[in-house]
């Protein structure tokens, strides 16, 4: 009977540490960028980004193929991939950082604000952001969401003057993920 | 009007409807290249036909080999789908191989909308040819635009 109950409690500490250290992966999320100037609006769309949550300690990692994004008009497909993001040379943009006082339970009450601060790599290039997001609940699912601003110029993303008034000075960046339990 | 001021004037004439005829070519071609629509799947060319299990351990060893050779480029992948998923916008998914990391072909929209019936007889489980275009490894091997194809 001892026995029993030391293996009973044992087992239960050890689902108790396997659910306090649960992973979260979706690998279809949703980014977009948005440019907007009186001579064009810009939409590209990718929903195959890759990310993963740890509800131990807040550590998001977020990766996007920079060519899995998509544009109404073939043209600006081209135009993005070779000139701009040069996706042959830097194929991926990457994000890794912390949700800020990070509390195991805000993954398990309704979304609420947070912000997430990191080191956002796009274009080779590394710039630590600290960024306004939401995360939590929707639908019985772990659900984060976050609009923020980059400027191409900060990941060495030259614009040429001919187009410059096209593409906006800064770009709207839209991020939304659905979680699903990760158990490798 | 003399002789030769008359073929100038044709001359000038000639300069100038070459010029318009130009800048209209020109223009064109300028809407041509804006408007130009996406490339279709079912008319792209394919560059390579493998097996799934070795694109996948092609990318899975020495990805900076594979990426380079793969990557933008059409590839035939015939292997076993193991899972038929939507994603939350609404798009078809067929993971093929592994459904933690194997291989995702994410459909394009205008070719599953005409082949509905197609897909609804892919049962899990079963060997699946499809035909797409290879956008690297992030977890998983991605393709798309993809669709299948059937003998």
């Known amino acids: 009977m001892r026995k029993f109950l030391i293996l009973l409690i044992a087992s239960l500490f050890q689902a108790g540490m396997a659910s306090a250290q649960q992973k979260y992966i979706a690998k279809n999320a949703y980014i977009s960028f948005y440019s907007k100037t009186p001579m064009e609006d810009i939409l590209g769309e990718?929903?195959?980004?890759?990310?993963?949550?740890?509800?131990?300690?807040?550590?998001?990692?977020?990766?996007?193929?920079i060519n899995t994004f998509h544009f109404?008009?073939?043209?600006?497909?081209?135009?993005?991939?070779e000139n701009y993001m040069e996706s042959a040379k830097f194929p991926k943009a990457k994000f890794k950082g912390t949700i800020v006082d990070f509390k195991p339970d805000q993954l398990k009450s309704p979304t609420?604000?947070?912000?997430?601060?990191?080191?956002?790599?796009?274009?080779?290039k590394d710039k630590t952001i600290d960024v306004p997001a939401k995360i939590g609940l929707e639908n019985g699912k772990v659900t984060a969401t976050s609009t923020f601003k980059v400027t191409p110029e900060d990941f060495g993303i030259e614009i040429p003057n001919l187009v410059r008034d096209k593409i906006a000075k800064e770009l709207d960046i839209t991020v939304?993920?659905?979680?699903?339990?990760?158990n490798p | 009007m003399t002789h030769q001021k008359f073929a100038l004037g044709i001359a000038r004439k000639g300069v100038f409807f070459g010029f318009a005829l130009f800048v209209l070519a020109a223009?064109?071609?300028?809407?041509?290249?804006?408007?130009?629509?996406?490339?279709?799947?079912?008319?792209?060319?394919t560059d390579f036909t493998v097996s799934a299990a070795d694109i996948l351990s092609e990318f899975q060893q020495d990805e900076a080999t594979a990426a380079?050779?793969?990557?933008?480029?059409?590839?035939?992948?015939?292997?076993?789908?193991?899972?038929?998923?939507?994603?939350?916008?609404?798009?078809?998914?067929?993971i093929l191989q592994d459904t933690m990391e194997g291989i995702s072909c994410q459909l394009d929209p205008e070719w599953a909308k005409e082949n509905a019936s197609v897909l609804d007889g892919l049962a899990e489980g079963s060997p699946l040819h499809v035909k797409g275009v290879c956008k690297g490894y992030l977890m998983e091997l991605k393709i798309s635009p993809a669709m299948v194809v059937t003998p």
Do not use: C, W
Request: hydrophobic residues 40%; proline residues 3%; charged residues 25%.
């Open chain 1, 46 to 65: 990718s929903n195959e980004a890759v990310t993963f949550l740890d509800s131990g300690n807040g550590e998001i990692v977020f990766a996007v193929l």
């Open chain 1, 72 to 81: 109404k008009r073939a043209l600006m497909e081209e135009h993005f991939n």
């Open chain 1, 112 to 124: 609420s604000g947070v912000r997430i601060s990191g080191v956002l790599n796009i274009h080779g």
């Open chain 1, 176 to 182: 939304k993920t659905v979680y699903e339990p990760y």
């Open chain 2, 27 to 45: 223009i064109l071609f300028f809407l041509q290249q804006y408007y130009k629509p996406h490339a279709s799947i079912v008319k792209l060319k």
């Open chain 2, 68 to 94: 380079p050779k793969y990557t933008d480029k059409v590839v035939e992948i015939s292997g076993t789908l193991v899972a038929k998923k939507k994603t939350d916008d609404g798009s078809a998914l067929l």
